[in-house]
């Protein structure tokens, strides 16, 4: 247990569907980020957010969409996605972004879209 | 830019063997270094860390030396078990605007008892 948690655990989704993606964590940290984790690449850093101000967006399509209302939630909001954006979506969060703190891992969304 | 590269997996070794994992970094400036490893079914969780040249990280039987001269930061285990199954990934930290983890590509790591 690494006090961050994703809800669902696993997803199927359709092209034309909308759905989202939750992320909450309970360390009282300021920072949280979006990796994607497909078969046979390395993780892929999507988004990180400071005290709720996005502060990275690595060239990620605009049918990814994330909000961070507070410092403890994080989602990602999907839509209109494609077959190849099925993978392993991790959440993790830090201290903050301007230091060498660890950055601590919730399990994973398992995404499927049909 | 910064980057990460493991031995290529998958690597199987029988209980009790002993473990090594290659990592070599490229990186501008003096990284942060990490192991992080995850278990079937589950997220990654950070294994070791060592932030300057020499330190050496240790956990669960597990070690890594920060080698500045030959950029590396291999992983060893002297006797592995069954539950060490996993797959395992190197990292470091790098500063472009926010704190960015690279990650390398990770390698399964399988243990026959």
């Known amino acids: 247990e690494t006090g961050v948690t994703q809800t669902p655990r696993h997803l199927v989704m359709g092209m034309t569907n909308k759905k989202s993606l939750k992320c909450e964590q309970h360390l009282g940290h300021n920072a949280m980020y979006w990796y994607k984790q497909s078969a046979k690449k390395p993780l892929e850093l999507m988004f990180v957010y400071s005290l709720e101000e996005r502060v990275e967006n690595n060239s990620v399509p605009s049918r990814f969409s994330p909000e961070c209302p507070n410092s403890s939630h994080l989602f990602l909001h999907l839509h209109t996605l494609q077959p190849e954006d099925s993978a392993l979506y991790l959440c993790a969060s830090s201290q903050d972004t301007t230091a060498t703190y660890e950055q601590y891992f919730g399990p994973g969304t398992r995404l499927t879209v049909t | 830019g910064d980057s990460v590269t493991q031995m290529e997996g998958p690597v199987t070794l029988s209980e009790e063997a002993f473990l090594t994992i290659n990592c070599t970094y490229t990186?501008?400036?003096?990284?942060?270094l990490f192991w992080y490893v995850q278990y079937p079914g589950e997220g990654l969780q950070l294994l070791l860390k060592a932030t300057k040249a020499d330190d050496k990280g240790s956990n669960k039987g597990f070690e890594a030396t920060y080698r500045k001269e030959t950029t590396s930061f291999h992983l060893e285990k002297g006797s592995v078990q069954v539950s060490d199954s996993a797959v395992y990934f190197c990292?470091?930290?790098?500063?472009?605007?926010?704190?960015?983890?690279?990650f390398g590509q990770g390698t399964r790591l399988t243990i026959n008892p």
């Open positions: 990292a470091l930290i790098t500063f472009q605007g926010a704190q960015k983890l690279v």
């Open positions: 990186a501008t400036g003096y990284p942060s």
